[in-house]
């Protein structure tokens, strides 16, 4: 009989009488919600002048309270695994940390909601743990699959917007259109607000896509992987980015690795082989007949991640200083992001900045502004300034203090291990798959910075490390029942020779 409380109906104690599948499967649709929600809404800014990117915050904040519900879901329900503990203390210390940087912070209300335009703020982390406690909570392989499926799709997504923008200049920022200093250079951003930024997103989708094209038992769902994979790489290395050279890299070894570790026939190798070719002919086009002012291919990382988004974009920052960085040299301008941070983290080692704040302690000029100016009015004049820096670990360290980051590094290496483990267990597709995007994820962090389009993939591919599928306690059983009977057949056979005797 089913479950209700005080009398009421079934129907309305539908969260008491779910049962495991109906949760994998209501679970799934709320990773769904945390690919596309975030992306869909970005179209607004990009098709009109006049709205600004507040629209993709709103997106997180609905697939964050959708996951929050699921998440709850899951505790009542007891769908979250003894595995998952441990971690999940671990995540609630970054949250409890990051609450205690924001209250030594310089502005409450930019380090609870994140930065205008940016959105990640101590808010946009409870997110990412409900993305990380609802992709753990999934019991069943469809509903981890169907995630997987999601984020092939939403990179493919992406990356048919950046090819109409590469080819178009329709659908793109206008700072991304024609990079100042190289005319005729358009780098794309997809739906995921800045080149960087969808390179990295779409490092996630090609392991996706290779690991699915690897071993994927539908034939139509590997076909659309090995093209989602080649438009993938295509797009990363028009983004002119280290980020999309490294992330292309990375993606394709990861889909090396699948072949051999899910041990799928040797000729699906082609299929990375087959992204290699994608990458070195966008490279070719991308040298040649959209070169610019400059003969062959080149990174524009500085342009892009200082003047065109953080300056022009949001007005999260100031302009470049051309005085103390060479913002052509790639190496230059990632050496003095992180080396004017690492002197912010010897100022702020405990609590940081406060989420989100890296910008503050850098203003030396009001010019002619009060203290009471917004922000963005304040960070704009400050020549030099820099919001972001594309190192996620220092940038951790900076804003939320060093606490924030060894219980980071603590999340990760947990859930290295249990996705290692898993591997062990089983080489199927999808613990290959989460496992691979993991270390992907954390080794890009290296270079790129966390937002608000990759970050609910990564921190649900994390999450899913965790997950204790129904086929790994099948598995058990019958490795069990196997040993069961190994064990007892000696006996048999010693009791049918005495009966022969």
């Known amino acids: 009989m089913a479950k209700t409380i005080f009398k009421s109906s079934d129907k309305s104690n539908f969260i008491l009488n779910m049962t495991e599948d109906q949760y994998s499967k209501l679970a799934s649709f709320g990773l769904i919600g945390a690919c596309f929600i975030t992306c869909l809404l970005t179209i607004i800014p990009e098709v009109s002048d006049t709205t600004t990117y507040t629209a993709a915050t709103v997106g997180l904040a609905i697939s964050g309270v959708i996951c929050m519900i699921l998440a709850l879901i899951a505790m009542i329900k007891k769908y ?65 699959k169907t995630f997987l499926y999601a984020i092939i799709s939403v990179g493919f997504l992406n990356a048919v917007i950046a090819i109409i923008q590469i080819f ?131 990174l524009c990382d500085g342009q892009i991640l200082w003047s065109d988004d953080a300056y022009q974009r949001i007005s999260a920052s100031g302009n470049y200083n051309p005085d103390a960085v060479d913002i052509e040299d790639t190496y230059d301008v990632y050496s003095y992001l992180s080396e004017k941070t690492k002197r912010i983290i010897e100022k702020n080692k405990a609590y940081g900045t406060g989420p989100e704040q890296l910008v503050y302690p850098q203003i030396y000029t009001y010019s002619m502004l009060n203290q009471n100016a917004a922000i963005t009015d304040l960070t704009i004049v400050n020549k030099g300034t820099f919001d972001k820096t594309y190192n996620e670990y220092l940038y951790t360290a900076a804003t939320r203090g060093i606490p924030t980051l060894v219980f980071t590094v603590i999340l990760l290496a947990l859930a290295v291990i249990s996705g290692y483990r898993k591997l062990r267990r089983s080489r199927s597709e999808i613990s290959t798959a989460f496992f691979l995007m993991t270390v992907c994820g954390i080794l890009i962090f290296f270079i790129g910075a966390s937002n608000i389009t990759y970050s609910p993939i990564f921190w649900a591919c994390t999450g899913a490390c965790f997950a204790k599928l129904a086929a790994d306690n099948t598995s058990a059983k019958n490795s069990v029942t196997e040993e069961i009977a190994e064990n007892t057949a000696p006996a048999q056979k010693n009791d049918e020779s005495e009966e022969s005797v």
Request: glycine share 8%; charged share 10%; hydrophobic share 50%.
């Open 80 to 144: 979250v695994s003894g595995s998952i503990i441990l971690p999940a203390a671990v995540f609630a210390a970054i949250i409890g940390w990051s609450t205690v940087s924001l209250y030594n912070s310089y502005d409450y209300n930019v380090g609870f909601y994140g930065f205008p335009q940016r959105g990640e703020g101590l808010l946009a982390t409870i997110f990412y743990f409900c993305f990380f406690i609802t992709a753990a909570s999934i019991r069943r392989t469809k509903g981890l």
């Open 168 to 298: 178009t200049k329709k659908l793109l920022y206008i700072s991304y259109r024609d990079i100042s200093l190289l005319e005729m250079t358009v780098t794309p951003d997809g739906l995921s607000q800045s080149p960087i930024f969808l390179a990295m997103l779409l490092t996630l989708s090609l392991t996706a896509a290779l690991t699915v094209a690897a071993s994927d038992e539908n034939k139509k769902w590997r076909i659309f992987s090995v093209i989602s994979a080649c438009l993938f790489t295509f797009v990363m290395v028009f983004t002119r980015t280290l980020m999309g050279v490294c992330g292309a890299s990375l993606g394709i070894l990861a889909g090396i690795a699948a072949v051999f570790i899910t041990k799928a026939p040797k000729i699906r190798l082609l299929q990375p082989a087959a992204a290699i070719a994608a990458a070195v002919i966008g490279i070719t086009i991308a040298g040649t007949a959209m070169s610019g002012k400059r003969d062959g291919y080149h």
